[in-house]
């Protein structure tokens, strides 16, 4: 991993790593995480690993470790809205920096999970939670956040089963858009074939 190979040069290295998701999904806000590990973290790592090859429960324990133990990280977001205003490549980039800007301090080493951010000395590592103990656990951090949200929409919209798909585009959450049309968290700017107007 990228941290014991700065951590065997120097052990007071503080690093921050950043990840998103929520890029592809027809709905919803797109999330971004950042977090910053020293050296006496390492223990807490063992089992921490890209979010995706986590079952959600894992990935819930993890989340509370983190908060139990007081490692600093940070949650950015851009709403649907935000999204269909600005893009989401604009968007992406937008998470990925306030979620950094919130934690970074000077010497800090940051690594982003395939974006390049053009601030704070920030490297872009490719399959970066694979090989980053910070960016997984950033997806982690940003997946348990963004999923919470979106069972919760899953109450306020529940004909989109938005806390079984978590808005991405399902064949089963593409019939009901084209059941009842879009809501309000839906993405406009998104492809998603025929659409009422928004429900309220």
Known sequence: MIEDQNW???????IIGADEVGRGSLAGPIVGAAVKLEFHHLDLLGDVKDSKKLSPKKREEIYERVKENRIEYSISECSNLHIDQNGISV??????FN?????????????????KIDKFGSISLVRGED???????????AKV?????????GSKYPQYLFEKNKGYGTREHLNMIQKYGVCDIHRLSFNLGPTQQPQR
């Open 145 to 153: 956040y963004r999923d919470n949200l979106m069972v919760d929409f």
């Open 131 to 141: 090989n980053s103990y910070s960016i997984a656990l950033a997806s982690i951090i």
């Open 91 to 96: 968007s992406n980039k937008e998470v990925l």
């Open 99 to 115: 979620s950094i800007n919130k934690l970074y301090q000077k010497s800090d080493k940051v690594y982003v999970d395939h974006f």
């Open 8 to 14: 065997a040069k120097n052990k007071n290295q503080r």
